[in-house]
């Protein structure tokens, strides 16, 4: 399984929505990275993704971007080949 790491916030309802879809695709363990906690983080964010909204979701090495990006890869089966 590969490693998912998701730039969050706590209050985002997408960002509830994309880990509900991933943990039931059988991811097991995401690294949250919380950027309204740390702004440093939400620059890091944006330098990396070129976007501002949460959640933005990256699976290995590869930036799949927010909720709607990954229900679409779910949706055409494509999510679970990246996830390994």
Do not use: N
């Not at 399984?1 to 059988?26: D, N």
């Not at 799949?64 to 089966?77: E, M, T």
Request: charged share 30%; net charge neutral.
């Amino acid at each position: 399984m590969q490693h998912v790491i998701m730039y969050t916030t706590e209050v985002s309802p997408f960002c509830v929505r994309a880990e509900k879809l991933l943990k039931e695709r059988g991811v097991a363990t995401i690294e949250k990275i919380r950027i309204d906690l740390d702004p440093a983080q939400r620059d890091i964010m944006v330098e990396r993704t070129k976007r501002r909204t949460v959640p933005q979701i990256f699976i290995g090495d590869t930036h799949i971007g927010g909720f709607d990006d990954l229900a679409a890869l779910d949706r055409d089966g494509k999510l679970a080949p990246l996830l390994g």
